[in-house]
T-cell receptor
Framework: NAGVTQTPKFQVLKTGQSMTLQCAQD?????MSWYRQDPGMGLRLIHY???????DQGEVPNGYNVSRSTTEDFPLRLLSAAPSQTSVYFC????????????????FGNGTRLTVT | QQQVKQSPQSLIVQKGGISIINCAYE??????FPWYQQFPGKGPALLIA?????SEKKEGRFTISFNKSAKQFSLHIMDSQPGDSATYFC???????????FGTGTSLTVIP
């Protein structure tokens, strides 16, 4: 049982390049989300999805796009990378369509460390 | 604007001591308050959670104390162990159920 799998683990981009961070879960979770973790800022929600075909913005969505064509996958796209997007990115999923509940916590992947030069 | 304020930023405790991490919030619509534990190179993992209609929840050495009127909640780690050394995040769920707001994290070091 793999849980939440994120690829790649590390990535270096030049300003203006584009890339897609991959996230896959094998737990049949309805809810999936992307966070960025920055020193002194905690985790901030970028985008989330409550099911295939449904996405919505979180706290810090600018510069990022998402789509949810299947239950299992929720890729995060950076269209034109900027140094301000240097961060550690976490994907998280939950069984509950309400994002999490007392019986359905958020399951996090191990992150992608992105550096934009 | 930080929706959930967490303190301290770092904490050093002797083995066997009590670790206390505090969080405060303003939005009274928050309806679920989890704590996450994160080890280096790993994603956060749920440690313990509480509803706002409960004042205390205990699971083993970990206890959440919740003060609804003060809009504050705290994590207490009793008999702290070196293996507890990690970063701890408090969080709160918004009333739509789909957005979580995390504190800025506390780096806990337990000295043997």
């Amino acid at each position: 049982n793999a849980g939440v799998t994120q690829t790649p683990k590390f990535q270096v981009l030049k300003t203006g390049q584009s890339m897609t961070l991959q996230c896959a879960q094998d737990m049949n979770h309805e809810y999936m989300s992307w966070y960025r973790q920055d020193p002194g800022m905690g985790l901030r929600l970028i985008h989330y999805s409550v099911g295939a075909g449904i996405t919505d913005q979180g706290e810090v969505p600018n510069g990022y796009n998402v789509s949810r064509s299947t239950t299992e996958d929720f890729p995060l796209r950076l269209l034109s990378a900027a140094p301000s997007q240097t961060s550690v990115y976490f994907c998280a999923s939950s069984y509950s369509g309400r994002g999490s509940s007392y019986n359905s916590p958020l399951h996090f992947g191990n992150g992608t460390r992105l550096t934009v030069t | 604007q930080q929706q959930v304020k967490q303190s301290p930023q770092s904490l050093i405790v002797q083995k066997g001591g009590i670790s206390i991490i505090n969080c405060a919030y303003e939005n009274t619509a928050f309806d679920y308050f989890p704590w996450y534990q994160q080890f280096p190179g790993k994603g956060p993992a749920l440690l313990i959670a509480i509803r706002p209609d409960v004042s205390e929840k205990k699971e083993g050495r970990f206890t959440i104390s919740f003060n609804k009127s003060a809009k504050q909640f705290s994590l207490h780690i009793m008999d702290s162990q070196p293996g507890d050394s990690a970063t701890y995040f408090c969080a709160a769920r918004g009333n739509t159920g789909n957005q979580f707001y995390f504190g800025t994290g506390t780096s806990l070091t337990v000295i043997p």
